[in-house]
């Protein structure tokens, strides 16, 4: 069950000052943190979850909070030991750390079956279909029968740095968290019409209210409304 803390402590990261870096334009329209940090928890948990952008160029973004609220739980236990193991690291950097936090709580090495308890790591600025509105890297791992997620968000500009400083949460379904992040659902805006169109990746489709497929594109461009005319909601 979600809790207020994880929804915090989500919040937390997504207002973290990750700094600034001479790689990056931030200070031509701000960093993500800095965007962020204009928002209360009330205002993340108002926005939608994901939205279809029409126009000449149409676009469509998930909402990083309720992607990370939606499929995480935070494990303050792991996450304070994971810190405290830290303290013996001042000069390393983060992914050295976790590597060898993980080596000593016997997790097995990148490289096994990805539904197994190995580390699977990643960073989603390399996933073709990502949607959310913010880069997420981190490493899944298991334990005691449990899935868990070490988790840093991206709050710079430019991706080779500006993350949040590590949390531990549990993830029920890594293949979930994933996927989910790569796909999104919209209504036609019209009460009177019954479409809807679904969007991941390169894969766009319309279907009608009883879900038949009525057209399939690759590109967002071509169904950027429904086929009644009005827009996607």
């Not at 909402?63 to 030991?81: I, P, Y």
């Not at 539904?115 to 981190?138: I, K």
């Not at 899935?147 to 500006?162: A, E, K, P, S, T």
């Amino acid at each position: 069950m979600i809790t207020k803390t994880t929804e915090a402590i989500i919040y937390g990261m997504l207002t973290e000052n990750t700094g600034g870096s001479i790689l990056d334009s931030g200070s031509a329209y701000g960093r993500h943190w800095e965007r962020n940090q204009k928002k209360t928890l009330e205002d993340f948990r108002a926005e939608p979850e994901a939205t279809f952008t029409g126009g000449k160029w149409p676009e469509v973004s998930k909402s990083t909070f309720w992607h990370l609220v939606n499929h995480l739980e935070a494990d303050e236990g792991l996450t304070a030991a994971f810190h405290k193991f830290a303290e013996d690291y001042p000069d390393d950097g983060w992914m050295f750390i976790q590597d060898e936090w993980l080596n000593k709580l016997g997790v097995p090495e990148e490289g096994g079956e990805f539904y197994s308890d190995a580390r699977w790591e990643f960073n989603s600025y390399n996933f073709d279909g990502w949607l959310l509105d913010q880069t997420l890297q981190g490493v899944f791992f298991g334990l005691g029968g449990n899935g868990y997620l070490i988790l840093q968000v991206h709050g710079g500009c430019d991706v080779r740095g500006g993350y949040t400083k590590p949390q531990v949460f549990e993830v029920s379904e890594k293949d979930g968290f994933i996927f989910d992040a790569e796909q999104a659902y919209f209504l036609c805006s019209s009460l009177e019409c019954g479409n809807s169109v679904s969007v991941r990746g390169y894969e766009v489709e319309v279907t009608d209210e009883y879900g038949n497929l009525l057209e399939s594109f690759t590109n967002l461009e071509d169904a950027k409304t429904c086929t009644c005319g009005n827009d996607w909601k």
